[in-house]
């Protein structure tokens, strides 16, 4: 079957049918309508008065016109001005502690914050090694405030 449709197209011949095309009779071109120029030209030696209407300047437009000054600004948006007004100090970054964020893409976290990982991780420390992993250590090791870790996550005796 293969065979049958590539020599098919194999053995088309593609000039007769382009040759047929442009053998063909093209249509004739329309009528042209008469030009306005004949009429531009009567109406001008009916009415000379127009040509120097035409050619005339009108004083008082050009008066106007030069009166005429524009001074135009663009619009300053909303947004922009909000975002000058509300501009943050960019925060200062931690790098995560541990090899638990290979997996993850964390490349940093912002000083005074903590991801879940690093909380479970010293959560876990801290009751397995109290004498060790205290509050103070905890919060000065991760950036943290004193109180926070005193109030949410470990309660001293």
């Not at 293969?2 to 329309?30: D, Q, Y």
């Not at 009528?31 to 120029?37: F, I, K, M, R, V």
């Not at 903590?114 to 060790?132: G, P, R, V």
Request: no cysteine; proline share 6%; glycine share 4%.
């Amino acid at each position: 079957m293969g065979a049958a449709v590539t020599r098919g197209i194999r053995n088309f011949n593609l000039e007769n049918p382009a040759e047929w095309e442009i053998s063909k009779m093209k249509p004739s071109p329309t009528l042209g309508y008469p030009s306005t120029n004949s009429l531009l030209q009567e109406q001008i030696s009916l009415y000379p008065e127009i040509k120097v209407e035409i050619a005339r300047k009108d004083e008082k437009m050009l008066s106007f016109l030069k009166d005429v000054y524009v001074d135009s600004k663009d619009p300053v948006s909303s947004v922009q001005v909000k975002a000058a007004e509300t501009r943050q100090e960019p925060e200062e970054f931690r790098l995560p502690k541990g090899h638990h964020f290979d997996i993850i893409n964390i490349k940093s976290i912002p000083k005074g914050k903590i991801s879940i990982i690093e909380a479970l991780t010293f959560l876990n420390n801290h009751k397995l090694y109290q004498e060790t992993w205290t509050a103070e250590k905890i919060a000065q090791g991760y950036h943290l405030e004193q109180k926070d870790v005193n109030k949410k996550a470990i309660q001293s005796k």
